[in-house]
């Protein structure tokens, strides 16, 4: 799938370098068709990374794609210059004058904090009530998941004793998942959290269908019953060595955080880790794009209701 992205966003480059299609808006401007509209809420720190790792997901299906990347407008980011930010992302006040036929909402470093606490809170309050009605499916991942079950749903988090960190094998739930469709009977999700969710608290809620779990991190992939909401746990689209530089990261705060499991070779920290994920992740985001946002959306994007 082209990924109408801004000729200059640094993420453009590299993925032209890996032989991923990337169509510039003046190239876009010249096909007669209608861009799926994915907008992506970046609440992760390293915005550049992510924008990478997202689009090199999206841009794996035949089909157009025009991105808007999103920034919180309450929230004063540490690691990402503001002229970047103004330059490549739209202000959150500026999605409620639009409908998106996609919608992800990513991570956060925020997990041990209580929601209300984080000072974004509201305004991510009013993105996700605002995607119930003006965005046809939305992606929720990691800590965007348990902000999107926990607004909507109730659903509280726990805290874990120890950081949830590596790659864990994972089983579906339900059988016939679109979403799930050309799966291993099990595969592998890498997760990075201080929280979890208990699977009790998920089937209570009607709406809510449990796609997939792990003996080792519980439960991992949730959708809403009008498959409008998917929630994930995980970080399929993690790089080969995104868990490596966090557990480096960590360690040089001093903080006392596990070894990522099942990730380093022998658990050896000077070994390479290699990726047993990636195809997993390009499966999950083409499944998700092409059943639930392109086959589903409204032609007229207004008709999104």
């Known amino acids: ?15 032209e370098k890996e032989n991923i299609f990337v169509m510039t808006e003046k190239r876009a401007s010249t096909q007669d068709i209608r861009p799926l509209k994915i907008a992506i809420v970046n609440l992760m720190p390293t915005k550049e990374v992510t924008e990478t790792q997202l689009l090199r997901l999206l841009g794996n299906t035949p089909l157009q794609i025009e991105i808007s990347l999103v920034r919180m407008e309450n929230h004063q980011s540490k690691n990402t210059d503001d002229s970047y930010l103004d330059k490549f992302y739209i202000p959150s006040s500026e999605v409620f004058k639009h409908k998106f036929d996609g919608m992800i909402i990513t991570g956060a470093p925020v997990e041990q904090l209580p929601f209300e606490d984080v000072d974004y809170w509201e305004e991510l309050c009013q993105i996700m009530d605002y995607a119930r009605k003006n965005v046809f499916s939305t992606l929720y991942v990691c800590w965007g998941s348990f902000a999107g079950l926990y607004h909507h749903y109730g659903i509280p988090k726990y805290p874990l004793e120890r950081k949830l960190s590596g790659i864990f094998m994972n089983e579906r739930s339900v059988e016939g998942e679109p979403l799930l469709r050309g799966f291993d009977d099990t595969f592998p999700i890498p997760q990075s959290r201080h929280t979890t969710l208990k699977k009790e608290d998920v089937l209570k809620v009607f709406d809510l269908t449990i796609l997939a779990e792990s003996a080792e991190a519980g439960v991992t992939i949730i ?24 557990y480096y990261r960590d360690i040089g705060k001093g903080m006392k955080v596990p070894l990522p499991k099942n990730y380093f070779p022998t658990n050896n920290v000077n070994r390479m880790p290699s990726s047993y994920w990636r195809a997993t992740a390009h499966l999950f985001y083409s499944n998700w794009l092409n059943y639930y946002v392109y086959q589903a959306t409204p032609f007229a994007i207004d008709e999104i209701k």
């Not at 801004?6 to 590299?14: H, Y």
């Open 1 to 15: 799938m082209p990924i109408k992205i801004q000729s200059e966003l640094p993420a453009c480059s590299i993925l």
């Open 223 to 246: 959708k809403s019953k009008d498959n409008r909401e998917i929630f994930m746990t995980g970080h399929l689209e993690y790089d080969t060595l995104t868990l490596a530089e966090e």
